[in-house]
């Protein structure tokens, strides 16, 4: 009693914050600081300016909190304070200036690889574009052979032909057997417009071309012939033919019987020159014993697709069709009869008629190729 007298009647004046109760100033603390930091971090400042040792009380109770994110409040202010009409012009001026330096260092080709990518992209070859063939509207009238007087459309359409312009005719000839040059039927070679425009693309084609050019190739010694010699020698004879039907582009041959015949005759007389081909490329090296077990097997089944004891009679129309795919497709009178999926055989078919040692028929072999050769004589 005798201490709370004493300080009732002591004339200096004891200044506190308002409504300083402990109860609430420890809430608040409390309350401001994360529950899992409260007995690590400083809970905050007590200020005690002047206190006797004889006073209970400090004379100044005081609680300054510090700010936990200080840094981050730093940010806002300076971005609140940044005016924001500058921000385009700035913006403007950066993307220029980076823009021109990237052209310069494209154009000067300096820079790192990823310029590189940027200049290989737009670069221009100087190489000169070799000239389209111009190729002359097609014949209404059919094309008549001079030995037989048969005619072949100049132009060959079928459903199976998925093309915008119907194949063309490049030349025609008979076929003969025996000594006796008994003359079977007529073939005509038909391809692409697509292919016969861009001839000078293909290897071996992009020369003037001339009948000398389709003569065989005369192997003068047997001494090894190196890799670098094959690729210096220029491509000729049945080589050419081979580089023209390995375009993924539709070809055919049209056989027409000059006198009435059958399906067998016609057979065997294709799967006789496929096999020989084939064991002769074997022989070569040019394909594998794999690839020839499978192109017999193919062989097969492309002797099922002639039907046994049925007659061809004169004038008919039987089509062998080289499609995009290295498909080979057997059409009669626009009735499929079958198809093959073998590259190899429908190549080596078609070759047969090109062969540099004995093509199933000379005549067809000389009229094809002064068919192409008329196309590099037009002027372009």
């Known amino acids: 009693m005798l201490a709370i007298r004493d ?11 308002p409504k300083p109760t402990s109860r609430s100033i420890v809430g608040s603390i409390n309350r401001s600081i994360p529950g899992p930091t409260r007995q690590k971090r400083p809970i905050g400042l007590w200020s005690c300016p002047s206190i006797k040792s004889t006073s209970p009380f400090p004379i100044k109770f005081s609680y300054n909190r510090r700010s936990i994110n200080s840094s981050s409040e730093v940010k806002v202010d300076w971005i609140n304070d940044l005016n924001l009409r500058w921000t ?65 459309p100049s132009q060959l359409e079928s459903d199976l032909i998925k093309t915008n312009e119907p194949l063309r005719l490049i030349g025609l000839g008979v076929r003969t057997v025996s000594f006796l040059s008994v003359k079977v039927y007529v073939a005509g070679f038909y391809a692409d417009p697509r292919v016969l425009r861009a001839l000078r693309v293909v290897p071996g084609w992009d020369i ?15 001494s090894v ?11 000729r004879g049945e080589a050419l033919m081979r580089q023209l039907l390995s375009v993924p582009v539709n070809f055919a041959i049209r056989i027409s019987p000059i006198r009435p015949t059958d399906f067998t005759h016609l057979r065997d007389g294709f799967c006789r ?16 014993e794999l690839e020839a077990e499978r192109a017999f097997e193919s062989v097969k089944t492309f002797r099922s ?21 290295s498909s080979l497709i057997v059409e009669y009178e626009g009735k499929v009869l079958g198809e093959l999926q073998d590259g190899i055989v429908s190549k ?33």
């Open 225 to 235: 012939e190196t890799s670098h010699d094959k690729e210096l020698s220029p491509i």
């Open 7 to 17: 300080l009732l009647t002591n004339p200096r004046i004891i200044k506190l914050n």
């Open 305 to 325: 697709f002639f039907p046994t004891g049925v007659s061809v009679p004169r004038g008919s129309s039987l089509t062998l069709i080289r499609s995009a795919g």
């Open 88 to 152: 385009i012009p700035i913006s403007i001026i950066l993307g220029s200036g980076v823009w021109y330096y990237l052209k310069s260092e494209i154009d000067n080709g300096r820079g790192s690889e990823k310029f590189d990518i940027f200049r290989r992209r737009v670069k221009v070859s100087n190489e000169e574009v070799p000239p389209v063939i111009d190729l002359d509207e097609a014949q209404r009238d059919p094309v008549l052979d001079p030995s037989t007087q048969i005619g072949f």
């Open 273 to 288: 020159s496929i096999l020989a081909r084939i064991n002769s490329m074997v022989k070569e090296g040019i394909v594998s």
């Open 348 to 380: 080596e078919l078609f070759l047969a008629y090109f062969s540099d040692s004995d093509p199933i028929s000379p005549k067809f072999k000389e009229s094809v190729i002064d068919g192409f050769c008329n196309l590099y004589r037009k002027k372009n």
């Open 208 to 222: 003037e071309l001339t009948r000398d050019a389709f003569l065989p190739v005369k192997k003068e010694s047997k």
